[in-house]
């Protein structure tokens, strides 16, 4: 499924059709080159989740955590300042997927087989006239 993103007006849409297509997954891994829009896509999908906090790039922190008008956690994760897949392991990866709240994840790929089995996979790509073109895989 492909999500066209004209403007950032249209962020709040695009983010209720992610959820959508996600079909009860909680896992989200996006994929994407620096600057595609993926901290971006992700802070629409936490408004949308009813996120209270203010939603950030964790690049710095690795993961931040917001909670929901609901009381419901979401974690935000970043993978890029990692230099191999096994330190996901050491700050407790497993104990973030398997706590049954959302985690959206960027830089996926750098932790490779760590990832868990049920992830909604979504590609970001940046189009002509800075039109974001996000992929559900």
């Known amino acids: 499924m492909r999500i066209l993103i004209n403007d950032k007006k249209h962020l709040p ?14 896992h989200f891994a996006f994929y994407g080159a620096m600057g595609s829009g993926k901290t971006t896509i992700i802070k629409a999908i936490c408004r949308e989740l009813g996120a209270e906090d203010i939603v950030s790039s964790p690049t710095f922190n690795m993961v931040n955590e917001y ?9 935000h994760i970043d993978f890029y300042r990692i ?13 973030y997927f398997a706590s049954g709240s959302y985690c959206f994840m960027e830089w996926p790929e750098l932790i490779g087989a760590f990832l868990p089995p049920l992830v909604l996979n979504v590609r970001i790509t940046v189009g002509d006239k800075e039109q974001r073109i996000v992929d559900i895989l």
């Open 13 to 26: 849409a695009a983010a209720k059709k992610i959820i959508s297509l996600a079909s009860g997954k909680k």
């Open 83 to 95: 230099r191999k897949p096994e330190e996901a392991l050491d700050f407790g990866i497993e104990e």
């Open 67 to 75: 909670r929901t008008t609901g009381g419901e956690t979401i974690y």
